[in-house]
């Protein structure tokens, strides 16, 4: 197979490609990763430009056989002056960029040095060397004056912490709609009648046999009280949820089992336990929490006044 023919398929599988590409492919990642089908596309597609090749090769050859010796004698000529035509352009280019003469100028060049008979010659620099020499002073003397002679813009330092800081905001931001990024530093209280609904059905299946169904404790520590042992608020019983309990006596980790956003849902249904009364409540446990965050100036609450419902009032 000639270099042409070579070219030319190289040429067609870079297309094929290129054209899958644009169909199939997405944002961020290849078709070929995507769909891996397409290596075998690909396979049979490069089988049937060769076999095509070869086919036209071979299909040459043999209408060459019926030619007359003076029709091959023709054939033959055109076919070597073809291929000094092939590539001329490209061939000019690179004698051009190499700056070097012709063999039978060399004799221009030659210096009068001879070592063991290697004759040394004065050839120029490359010009294309020479003219990415220029490039790069050029390229040096505008970095230089734009950087640190006019400041007209950040440098590569200062761009890197303009980019750190955006990409923060912009993870900050993506936490905050991302319910399987919730940590214990973002986690807040969930009151949506479907979280807690989900939160229920999550403490009912992994968490009544320690706490009962109404938080009223049993192995595990009364959740209706004001007591805590770890500490109360979301973020303390998303934590302990997270990571459990006290070691050897404490609730195992359930950030194994449970997603971010589960925990997030059972951490709130268990704080909706606040307030209630069960019906055999446990012994509180722990110390009386009172969340740092509440404001400190509010008034308590007026006692509220006991009513006895089996009273009656009889007007006179």
Known sequence: MNKSALFRIIIFMILALVLFELVAGKEGTWAVQEYPLIWLILGVLFLC???????????????????????????DAATIARKEQEFAGIK???AKMLGSKPIEDEGEIELDHNY???????NNLPPWWVYLFYATILFGVVYLTKYHVFDIAPDQAEEYLQEVAVAEKEIEEYKKTAKNLIDVNTVTLLTDA???KAGKSIFQDNCIACHKADGGGGIGPNLTDRHWILGGGIKNVFNTISEGGRDGKGMVSWK???SPSEMAQVASYVMSFQGTTPAEPKEAEGEIWEDPDAPKDVAPAAPETQVDSTAVTFND
Do not use: F, Q
């Open 92 to 94: 000019k280019t690179y």
């Open 116 to 122: 063991d008979g290697i004759r040394e010659l004065d």
């Open 194 to 196: 479907s979280d807690l």
């Open 256 to 258: 194994a089992d449970l």
């Open 49 to 75: 430009a060769y076999l095509l090749e070869t086919s036209v090769k071979t299909l040459e050859r043999v209408l060459y056989n019926t030619l007359s010796d003076e029709a091959k004698e023709r054939y």
